[in-house]
């Protein structure tokens, strides 16, 4: 199935993580997945502010947001930003990601690091 052509979360999720054995082929997958849907997606807004998306990253077995504004920048959970003007299946890739994540994880938004 093609990245655009999912239709549902169970997509989705099914999509990212075909044929990956451990946590880190999953993380690899998710990002594989996502870094195709949001390539030309280059702001986002995190805390209520607008700030650049430099790309997507692994951090450990977690995906996360590469952000910056001015010369602060940030590597935080996907479930921390918000898109400006998503597509339908961006939107749905992102729900997806969260739902997996969360409940995977079992957690809330976090904040990875920060630096300035």
Request: charged share 25%.
């Amino acid at each position: 199935m093609q990245f655009d052509e999912v239709k549902t979360l169970k997509d989705c999720i099914e999509t990212a993580t075909v044929d990956a054995y451990g946590d880190y082929e999953v993380a690899a997958g998710w990002l594989t997945c996502l870094d195709e849907m949001f390539t030309g997606v280059k702001e986002v807004q995190l805390l209520g502010e607008k700030v650049e998306l430099i790309k997507l990253d692994l951090s450990g077995n977690d995906v996360v947001a590469l952000c910056s504004k001015g010369k602060k920048r940030a590597k935080v959970c996907l479930d921390s930003i918000e898109l400006i003007s998503p597509t339908k299946v961006q939107k749905l890739w992102l729900k997806a990601w969260c739902h997996w994540y969360i409940k995977t994880n079992g957690l809330q938004a976090k904040l990875i690091q920060i630096s300035t």
